[in-house]
């Protein structure tokens, strides 16, 4: 099974700052045969189901606000809030779906400071 | 619009049984891949499994911890996804989310909370 590892596990950023988070796969979830990377990140807001942000790693899904942004490739990926603001308080995950099971990383919990 | 809604979560006594049930609408659900997710409390995210639409060969995939123990099926006709837990542990206590995609998940259930507990 491949392994997601998120960093870090919780963060506190001032509004209107850049949030980062990162996401680490135990292997590539690169294809080579369309070079696209098998990643998607979503956000799950307390009481709430996930909602998906961002697929094939970089791709924002219809509606998502463009201060959310994915980057990397292979196994080391990022997602960038680039203004922080207080809605987007919730926890942060990445999933690989390269291969089957279909894994999540651990979350990471993005606070107001 | 889309509409994803589960039911049949409850109180269960481990070793138990139990089918939860999740409701399609607003897409053409014969020709979608569906899946489950759960989440412990205060946990992350877990994939149970998944099935495929019946055009692409209606196969099934399951995590390892439910393997055996948990059966993934749909009624196109219905359009409903269902999951039937059984010889259920304690450790399997979680809100259980459908969801709708063969590789990204774009429309989740609100979920239904599975208990087990003696």
């Known amino acids: 099974d491949i392994v997601m590892t998120q960093s870090p596990d919780s963060l506190a950023v001032s509004l209107g700052e850049r949030a980062t988070i990162n996401c680490k796969s135990s292997?590539?979830?690169?294809?080579?045969?369309?070079?696209?990377?098998?990643l998607g990140w979503y956000h799950q807001k307390p009481g709430q189901p996930p909602k998906l942000l961002i697929y094939?790693?970089?791709t924002r899904e219809s509606g998502v606000p463009d201060r959310f942004s994915g980057s990397g490739s292979g196994t080391n990926f990022t997602l960038t809030i680039s203004s922080l603001q207080a809605e987007d308080v919730a926890v942060y995950s990445c999933?690989?779906?390269?291969?089957?099971?279909?894994?999540f990383g651990q979350g990471t919990k993005l606070e107001i400071k | 619009e889309v509409q994803l809604v589960e039911s049949g979560g409850g109180l269960v006594k481990p070793g138990g049984s139990l089918r939860l049930s999740c409701a399609a609408s607003g897409f053409t659900f014969t020709n979608a891949w569906m899946n489950w997710v759960r989440q412990a409390p205060g946990k992350g995210l877990e994939w149970v499994g998944r099935?495929?639409?019946?055009?692409?060969?209606?196969?099934?995939d399951y995590a390892a911890p439910v393997k055996g123990r948990f059966a993934i099926s749909r009624d196109d006709a219905k359009n409903t996804l269902y999951l039937q837990m059984s010889s259920l542990k304690t450790e399997d206590t979680a809100v259980y989310y459908c969801?709708?995609?063969?590789?990204?998940?774009?429309?989740w259930g609100q979920g239904t909370l599975v208990t087990v507990s003696s």
């Open positions: 999933q690989q779906y390269f291969s089957t099971p279909h894994t």
């Open positions: 094939w790693a970089s």
């Open positions: 969801s709708r995609g063969g590789m990204v998940y774009d429309y």
């Open positions: 099935i495929k639409s019946n055009t692409d060969g209606g196969t099934t």
């Open positions: 292997q590539s979830v690169l294809y080579s045969s369309n070079n696209k990377n098998y």
